[in-house]
């Protein structure tokens, strides 16, 4: 049925409604270890009474979550009770890993925050991290202080560096010998992977980040054998970016902020370059050919659980962002959402501009 319908649109208004107790029931099949018993138990299949032995609850609660993973197809369930995984026996282990982080995001840190997302909004202060955790500021300023939040975001955060970070790398032309500023490098893991992808290039890079990231970096240099191919500065690029540099990168970062922030960040960045200076830029867009989950979690997820600003633009936009700092730009990709796994939620492009000679 058409959404351009009275039905069709009271039928999408339906499911953003029970969207949340859509998510929740789910996210609990997946914690009790349902998904897993069954499979063990292969065609043979577990009625409602063996599930609750194993997963310490009552056959009435198994009933009742599994009725919407059955209307769903994920679990099938036979005339004599017996439950068995359908859909999600398609599913291999490394589906699981891709997804399961995802739940565990969408859970920890962003459904309870997204209750106070109309008061960010209106504020432009994240309001659930104090109401609910007692810190000011944004959410990456304050990971230390929040380790369990922490935790379950670099689990998700994982996953969309190995969907973005090698498709990135693999259109970055460094000059051989260039000095590489990686901005908001956060704990070097970009500096290491500009280094494995571009290994014949004698790179030098430095991670520019807070300075509180700066032991972790370090740490990431050593374990990688890159201490001298690899350095850290502290700093904050809204106040200045560090100079003496040939190319600057700006992974994962320019979507966190508003036109006039990122504006800035880029401006910095230009003042920082010497003529005929390399940029870099990778974010988050709303993809051109559409696809992916990018409208449905990252607006509520950078006002709401984040930074109270941010979130993806048309790939147009950056572009004119980037323009206005003074670059002119010379390449622009984006990433082809149709060959992506079809769980996948951010699209991604990259922007290189030079500053003029």
């Known amino acids: ?55 310490a609850t009552t056959a ?5 979550l599994l009725q919407l993973a059955v209307k769903e197809g994920l679990v099938a369930r036979s005339e004599n009770g017996q439950y068995t995984p359908a859909g999600l026996a398609l599913l291999d282990d490394g589906d699981l890993a891709r997804i399961t982080p995802w739940i565990g995001l969408v859970k920890e840190v962003c459904l309870r925050q997204v209750y106070h997302l109309t008061e960010s909004v209106r504020s432009g202060e994240t309001v659930g991290l104090k109401e609910l955790y007692g810190v000011e500021g944004n959410f990456y300023s304050n ?20 969907l973005a970070d090698p498709w990135l790398f693999g259109r970055l032309d460094f000059p051989r010998g260039a000095r590489v500023l990686d901005v908001a490098g956060n704990t070097g893991q970009g500096a290491v992977l500009a280094h494995r992808h571009h ?6 890079i430095t991670c520019f980040d807070l300075p509180e990231k700066e032991s972790a970096a370090l740490a990431t240099f050593k374990e990688a ?61 709303y993809p051109e050919q559409g696809g992916g989950g990018v409208e449905e979690f990252f607006p509520a997820y950078f006002l709401g659980c984040t930074m109270a600003q941010g979130g993806p633009q048309k ?25 992506f796994p079809a769980d996948t939620i951010p699209a991604h492009s990259v922007i290189c501009a030079s500053k003029p000679a």
């Open 225 to 285: 054998g890159l201490e001298e191919r690899c350095a850290f500065i502290g700093g904050d690029a809204l106040a200045a970016v560090p100079a003496g540099f040939d190319v600057i990168t700006i992974k994962h970062f320019l979507d966190m902020w508003d036109r006039q922030n990122a504006v800035r960040i880029l401006r910095n960045a230009y003042e920082a370059l010497p003529p005929g200076g390399i940029l870099y830029a990778m974010h988050l867009v």
């Open 143 to 162: 990971m230390l202080n929040l380790p369990s939040l922490h935790e379950t975001w670099a689990k998700a955060m994982a996953q969309v560096t190995a």
């Open 315 to 339: 790939t147009a936009a950056y572009v004119a962002w980037i323009e206005e700092a003074g670059f002119t730009v010379t390449s622009v990709t984006e990433q082809d959402t149709t060959a």
């Open 199 to 204: 290994a014949d290039k004698d790179l030098h």
């Open 1 to 55: 049925m058409s959404r351009h319908t009275k039905d069709g649109v009271l039928r999408t208004l339906r499911d953003i409604i029970v969207g949340p107790t859509r998510f929740a029931t789910i996210a609990t099949i997946f914690e009790l270890g349902i998904p897993a018993q069954l499979e063990t138990a292969g065609e043979e299949g577990m009625n409602a009474a063996q599930l609750a032995a194993v997963t």
């Open 60 to 64: 009435h609660n198994i009933e009742q």
